[in-house]
């Protein structure tokens, strides 16, 4: 008989206000590579046809020329107010991670952790899958779920995300580090424990369309960088299947040629909708399942290909043994982990 799940972390119930807390907050970071440039646009505009208005308008009442100084006003606080949130340089809060209106963001998405408690030593967590948004990644790294269990000190994120305002800041806040290989190097030499979602960009895109609903999808057939880091740096390797990451938001169908175009340029170029057609996730429970970690063996500068082939397939074995364990506790015991 199989032993009882371990659970290692649950979510309260909602309390008042999570709704329109979530939402909101949901709404100022995803929708801010559309709201910000749109706000600078706007205010640019503002202050040129005001302009235009003064000098066309001479003899215009002393209260209309008022009024429209007070607006350009507002217009050029606008435009420089998204200068600063596009451009201004950002430095890591270390007390951002322990805030506690994150329990607000688990108790909405009904976070729930299980899986034996990982060692207290370096690892690297690949988290799968990425998700529309990366939300998964992004809460391992906070809160209760990082002071107490996967205790990161850095996660990995596309280099996209430092072009967007807000999204910038609140990553910037938090420490990620982007998808470069120098930079995850030096990382882990530090001794930091670090998360990456290895399907990245290309992940945003799956399921696709007419792929059975009965299938989950995870892209790690050529996704090797991160193998080929644990075994340089010797760190042991922790799958982790989040069910339900999927399903917080959904994208608006996109021609094949958009989905190359953003894996060319390492950026999304999707149109993400969750609740009220808005980018607010959907009220999906998240299932966080944390496998046993795997051993890397010593240190390794040069591995061979077959040592990385080798722990890919290890890993990924590891990864479908993972959802199958666990796929009845979220209700998908009909569903399948597709690997592509």
């Known amino acids: 008989m199989p032993s009882p799940t371990k659970i290692l972390y649950e979510a309260k119930k909602p309390r008042p206000g999570t709704v329109i807390f979530t939402s909101a907050t949901s709404f100022a970071i995803v929708a801010s590579a559309f709201w910000v440039p749109l706000a600078f646009a706007w205010s640019a505009r503002r202050i040129v046809s005001m302009d235009e208005k003064n000098s066309d308008e001479e003899e215009a009442l002393e209260r209309k020329k008022t009024e429209r100084k007070k607006k350009k006003r507002r217009a050029i606080g606008i435009f420089i ?8 340089p950002i430095r890591r809060w270390r007390w951002l991670h322990q805030l506690s209106v994150w329990d607000i963001w688990f108790e909405h998405l009904q ?3 299980i899986g034996e408690e990982p060692p207290r030593r370096q690892l690297l967590y690949a988290i799968v899958p990425h998700g529309v948004f990366p939300f998964s990644l992004g809460f391992a790294a906070l809160g209760h779920l990082r002071e107490k269990i996967f205790r990161l000190e850095r996660i990995i994120v596309a280099n996209a995300v430092m072009w967007v305002p807000v999204l910038r800041h609140i990553a910037g806040w938090l420490g990620v580090i982007q998808a470069d290989r120098e930079k995850v190097s ?9 998360a990456v979602a290895p399907g990245g960009i290309g992940e945003m895109f799956y399921p696709r369309p007419g792929c059975p609903p009965d299938h989950e999808y995870a892209l790690l057939r050529q996704r090797k960088g991160f193998i080929r880091m644990a075994l340089q740096h010797g760190v042991p390797l922790v799958p982790v299947y989040v069910f339900g990451s999927n399903q917080l938001l959904r994208r608006l169908p996109m021609p094949a040629i958009v989905e190359r175009f953003s894996r060319y340029i390492q950026a999304s170029l999707v149109v993400p909708f969750g609740r009220w057609g808005l980018p607010i996730p959907f009220p999906v429970p998240l299932l966080y399942a944390i496998g046993d970690p795997i051993d890397v063996g010593l240190p390794s500068t040069n591995p061979s290909d ?10 990924c074995d590891a990864l479908v043994d993972l959802f199958n364990k666990h796929r009845h ?12």
């Open 306 to 315: 077959a040592q990385v082939d080798g722990l890919h397939a290890r890993f």
């Open 111 to 113: 976070v729930k952790v």
């Open 329 to 340: 506790e979220y209700g998908w015991g009909h569903k399948e982990l597709r690997l592509v």
């Open 81 to 88: 107010l998204c200068a600063i949130l596009a451009w201004m």
């Open 186 to 194: 030096a990382a882990l030499s530090s001794g930091a424990t670090v």
